[in-house]
């Protein structure tokens, strides 16, 4: 009776300690997920906070393309919008809007010599281009940290645990349809 006890008493033991390491392993690859994500937010806010000091150092040069600055405002104000919330499809579309409101405004600024000469500009277009790079890297260590929390919430035997730690699967940061193609500029 007394190995009978013992050995019912190791196997809790054994249980429990399963259990707590499953939970902590499911919930520290969520929230790897979730700094990851913040990565993106950073950055996102980052661009978004350098548009307007470019906005207004295209004006002085090019005061009559106003239907450009306006959609690089717009796509500023929903970049903000969707760097504040949790949804990973609203952050890459607005993304991508900000990126093709960029592409015009780059060819607004080809289009003025004196404007690609000026050092602020130059300074600015520098630090966005950097910003980028950073937003294009964030975007890659969100989606390895949602492919390794993804792998971990469906293979055994941490997938009959997702329930308890409440970590289930992520969906990654995907670009939206058309954004692979080069948008065209015409003025």
């Given at each position: 009776?007394?190995?009978?006890?013992i050995?019912?008493?190791?196997?809790?033991?054994?249980?429990?300690?399963f259990?707590?390491?499953?939970?902590?392993?499911?919930?520290?690859?969520?929230?790897?997920?979730q700094?990851?994500?913040?990565?993106?937010?950073?950055?996102?806010?980052?661009?978004?906070?350098?548009?307007?000091?470019?906005?207004?150092?295209?004006?002085?040069?090019?005061?009559?393309?106003?239907?450009?600055?306006?959609?690089?405002?717009?796509?500023?104000?929903?970049?903000?919008?969707?760097?504040?919330?949790?949804?990973?499809?609203?952050?890459?579309?607005?993304?991508?809007?900000?990126?093709?409101?960029?592409?015009?405004?780059?060819?607004?600024?080809?289009?003025?010599?004196?404007?690609?000469?000026?050092?602020?500009?130059?300074?600015?277009?520098?630090?966005?281009?950097?910003?980028?790079?950073?937003?294009?890297?964030a975007?890659?260590?969100?989606?390895?940290?949602?492919?390794?929390?993804?792998?971990?919430?469906?293979?055994?035997?941490?997938?009959?645990?997702?329930?308890?730690?409440?970590?289930?699967?992520?969906?990654?940061?995907?670009?939206?349809?058309?954004?692979?193609?080069?948008?065209?500029?015409?003025?």
């Amino acid at each position: 009776m007394t190995t009978a006890l013992i050995v019912i008493g190791v196997l809790v033991v054994a249980v429990i300690a399963f259990v707590v390491i499953g939970f902590n392993k499911l919930r520290t690859t969520d929230i790897g997920a979730q700094e990851a994500l913040g990565g993106i937010d950073v950055q996102l806010t980052r661009r978004a906070d350098l548009i307007p000091n470019l906005v207004e150092t295209v004006k002085g040069y090019a005061a009559h393309e106003k239907d450009t600055l306006e959609q690089v405002t717009a796509a500023r104000a929903h970049l903000q919008s969707a760097a504040a919330g949790d949804d990973v499809a609203a952050k890459a579309a607005a993304d991508a809007e900000m990126q093709q409101a960029l592409v015009r405004l780059n060819a607004v600024a080809e289009a003025y010599p004196d404007l690609k000469a000026n050092a602020g500009f130059l300074d600015l277009q520098k630090q966005l281009n950097e910003t980028e790079n950073q937003i294009s890297f964030a975007r890659q260590y969100y989606n390895d940290a949602v492919a390794t929390l993804n792998k971990v919430t469906q293979t055994i035997p941490w997938m009959f645990l997702t329930g308890i730690a409440n970590v289930h699967e992520r969906e990654f940061y995907d670009a939206p349809e058309g954004n692979e193609t080069v948008p065209k500029v015409q003025f």
